[in-house]
């Protein structure tokens, strides 16, 4: 492992040397991830994309990508876009990537069940700002909103995460 990497360990995310709380999915940890058990997959995930609202704060890396009012996530493991972004209308089931909460204001995408996604896996794994201490996430892991912008300033494309 490298400084560069956020390393989960089991109270913390160590990243550039620096320790940062974090909050994880409300199933745990798992190496069987399934879609809707809450769990936070082990593993070494890549990071594969960041995405910010425009309207809310400043790009946050010069590969960061704007979440415009019809982006949304596909969660339904039915459709071929299963765990891909998507625009409304989207019929099925699905995230909005543009929420009036700031829980999506700035997204980090790990490679997850990505880019060709097994149904049932689960969909995205994404790093986002957490709705407060010890609050669980749906698997995501989640920050404090200043470590995240922090983080998302300092991480490149060689980021991994690590969830041992």
């Known amino acids: 492992m490298?400084?560069?990497?956020l390393v989960l360990t089991p109270t913390h995310v160590r990243f550039m040397n620096r320790r940062f709380p974090?909050?994880?999915g409300r199933g745990g940890?798992?190496?069987d991830k399934k879609e809707g058990d809450g769990?936070?997959?082990r593993g070494t995930h890549r990071i594969?994309?960041?995405l910010y609202r425009p309207d809310r704060l400043a790009r946050?890396?010069?590969w960061a990508l704007p979440i415009g009012p019809s982006d949304l996530w596909s969660d339904d493991p039915t459709q071929n876009d299963y765990n891909l972004m998507t625009r409304a209308p989207y019929p099925h089931s699905h995230e909005r990537l543009r929420r009036a909460d700031p829980m999506y204001d700035l997204v980090i995408l790990t490679?997850?069940?990505w880019p060709r996604a097994v149904t049932g896996r689960g969909s995205a794994i994404f790093i986002h700002q957490w709705r407060g201490p010890g609050r669980p996430t749906a698997g995501c892991v989640a920050f404090r909103r200043d470590h995240l912008h922090w983080i998302a300033g300092q991480m490149g494309r060689?980021?991994?995460l690590v969830i041992a």
């Open 22 to 24: 974090c909050s994880v």
């Open 158 to 160: 060689e980021t991994r």
């Open 39 to 41: 769990a936070t997959p």
């Open 48 to 50: 594969v994309g960041m």
């Open 60 to 62: 946050p890396a010069d």
């Open 29 to 31: 940890l798992t190496f």
């Open 111 to 113: 490679d997850w069940n």
């Open 2 to 5: 490298k400084s560069t990497d």
